[in-house]
């Protein structure tokens, strides 16, 4: 428990100064007291993964609301300061972090191991790489301590994956022993450098040239946008002379920080970014002059390698997303349930309990969703095609919606505790603040929307496999009322139907948001239905469903009185800190 914190009082005791602020989420277990996360966890993993790692789930639980929380907030109020020069005037631009930030890429990279967890056996006593949905679950629950760090640790994770499926042998044997090493005396961790001053998200203007020299590559230019900018190696876009325009003269390449001699190599680290948010993790400007590189697979193929990582990358960010936001559900949650107002719980108040509601609804869509796109991650890494689209889909429809979700649920959840939340000892103020990086790295939400609706749905079909899936989903919910489902099945239908108009209409452009949006609440809604229906879940996760079928996809009267009383026993339903019997969602969804 956070020493700072004040104990709690009961509402029926006298209150004195500090007893009347509100507690935070400091010193809980993030696992043991997230019902949603245990359920879909036994959902959607096997039984004997789930058996073989409750007990690290418990565990970093227990971390992220204790040691974690506390070290982020240290790591964000003493960020990493750049050293251009040693004390001899040599150019050694070297970064120093604040020892909490140490102390959490111990945990992360040597505790947990996660850059390594999907790749080699070994990590959390398993007997082979963790699958997907355990390892995104993980990721869940440390970013609700800790947001920055999650940026290296999942870059390391995706790089090694390009220098697994794309490198030659000899690089592979020289990288991949460092990379996936946990002691941090041999370990080199990876990063992803893209954007240029020219190239953003139209990659094809980068500038950065790549010269073949005395038999090794060498390359030329300058990298705007740097996180983790003093990582081991970086992959990176550059064009070879003489290669095409546009994206198709784009080669990848592995860039180390340090040469084989030990010495560095030729490139700076010119400044740090002032940014908003993930103030703990270290991005900068990257200046190359002649900076020694590896080109890894083919040269004509760099920015379809490198955008597998950002693929990867972009499902870290949904999960990233989905964790911040049950972050500041809890936080809401733990203000209203403790916090008196004119004689009351706040909890009490009809217009704060709708608030609640529109902050834990996108929570526990997103977390569905992460559930759901993990499972087909693993299913099409044993090979299963259609789970191969699924995963296509699903991907940018994750990142594009419960990124944009965020932010207004840390704006909510920060509008709830009231003036302390605006303020910087409390964990709000950086929920806000990181909150709107999701929004900018791997894609704007119009260039992930444009992804799903044009590629996605026009291009691969890749919608046709989802809602099959979705479909049989409904099928095996026998235990929702019919008419319930066959409702979803029709917004379903009406829902692809939009997204291949617009798909198939340039002139519809402007509608890609509103397609990608529809989507996601269809996927959504279907499976928290399906969900609920599963012997041992919450089956209020179908009251979730149809609030986002009436208040997301269903036609609202701006003008007309709320007065349906079945969405107030809804939300009470919902508010309720008792189980919940199938009997009374079933009463309420009919």
């Known amino acids: 428990m956070d020493a700072r914190a004040p104990q709690e009082t009961g509402l029926n005791s006298p209150r004195r100064g500090a007893d009347h602020v509100a507690p935070d989420s400091a010193g809980k277990n993030f696992y043991a007291t997230d019902r949603a996360l245990r359920d879909l966890l036994r959902l959607y993993l096997s039984a004997d993964d789930f058996s073989r790692l409750e007990g690290h789930f418990d565990r970093l639980g227990a971390l992220a609301g204790g040691r974690l929380d506390e070290l982020a907030r240290l790591a964000d109020q003493n960020g990493p300061v750049l050293h251009p020069r040693d ?107 893209m954007t240029e001053r020219a190239g953003g998200s139209d990659v094809g203007t980068i500038e950065t040239v790549a010269k073949f020299e005395d038999g090794a590559w060498r390359l030329h230019g300058d990298k705007w946008f740097c996180s983790h900018a003093d990582a081991d190696v970086a992959l990176l876009l550059a ?115 709708r608030q609640l509601m529109k902050i834990t609804l996108p929570a526990e869509q997103a977390l569905s969703m992460f559930f759901f796109a993990a499972q087909a991650m693993d299913r099409a890494n044993e090979g299963d095609r259609d789970a191969e689209s699924i995963l296509r889909i699903m991907t940018p429809l994750l990142k594009f919606r419960a990124c944009r979700d965020n932010i207004p649920v840390a704006t909510g959840a920060m509008e709830v505790r009231g003036g302390n939340g605006y303020i910087e000892e409390w964990v709000n103020a950086r929920l806000v603040r990181d909150a709107h990086i999701g929004v900018l790295w791997e894609g704007t939400s119009n260039i992930n929307a444009l992804d799903i609706i044009t590629r996605a749905v026009g291009k691969s079909r890749a919608h046709l496999p989802l809602a099959a899936a979705l479909k049989r989903l409904l099928d095996q919910a026998t235990a929702i009322p019919s008419p319930f489902r066959d409702g979803l099945r029709l917004t379903l239908d009406r829902t692809v139907h939009l997204a291949e108009r617009v798909a198939a209409d340039d002139a519809l452009e402007d509608q890609a948001r509103k397609a990608a ?74």
């Open 239 to 353: 064009r070879p002379e003489g290669a095409p325009s546009g994206t198709k003269g784009l080669a990848l390449f592995a860039m180390p920080r340090r040469l084989k001699d030990g010495s560095r190599n030729s490139y700076r680290i010119v400044r740090l970014k002032d940014k908003l948010g993930t103030r703990s993790m270290a991005s900068g400007e990257i200046l190359l002059d002649g900076a020694f590189a590896w080109l890894v697979g083919k040269a004509d193929q760099g920015l379809k390698q490198m955008m597998e990582q950002v693929n990867l990358s972009r499902l870290s960010h949904g999960v990233r997303a989905a964790s911040m936001m049950r972050r500041a559900v809890n936080e809401a949650m733990t203000v209203a349930r403790s916090r008196e107002a004119f004689g009351h719980a706040i909890i009490d108040y009809p217009l704060l309990r």
């Open 87 to 193: 004390r001899f005037g040599r150019d050694e631009d070297w970064i120093d972090y604040h020892s909490s930030y140490r102390e959490m890429e111990r945990i992360a990279f040597g505790d947990f191991q996660f850059h390594a967890m999907s790749h080699r056996a070994g990590t959390l006593g398993m007997d082979r790489p963790l699958p997907a949905v355990a390892k995104y679950a993980l990721q869940y629950l440390f970013v609700q301590a800790e947001f920055g760090l999650m940026c290296p640790i999942s870059v390391t994770d995706t790089s090694i994956h390009l220098i697994r499926k794309f490198a030659d042998a000899e690089l592979q044997d020289y990288l991949l022993p460092k990379m996936l090493s946990s002691d941090p005396a041999v370990q080199w961790k990876g990063t992803q450098f």
């Open 517 to 590: 949006s529809s989507l996601y609440h269809i996927t959504s809604a279907i499976l928290m239905t399906w969900e609920a229906s599963r012997p041992g879940t919450d089956p209020r996760r179908a009251l979730y469903a149809r609030l986002v079928l009436e208040h997301r996809l269903g036609a609202q009267d701006p003008l007309a009185l709320d007065e349906a009383a079945s969405d107030r026993e809804a939300m009470d339903l919902l508010l309720r800190e008792r189980d919940v019997s199938l009997a009374e969602v079933v009463e309420l969804l009919s």
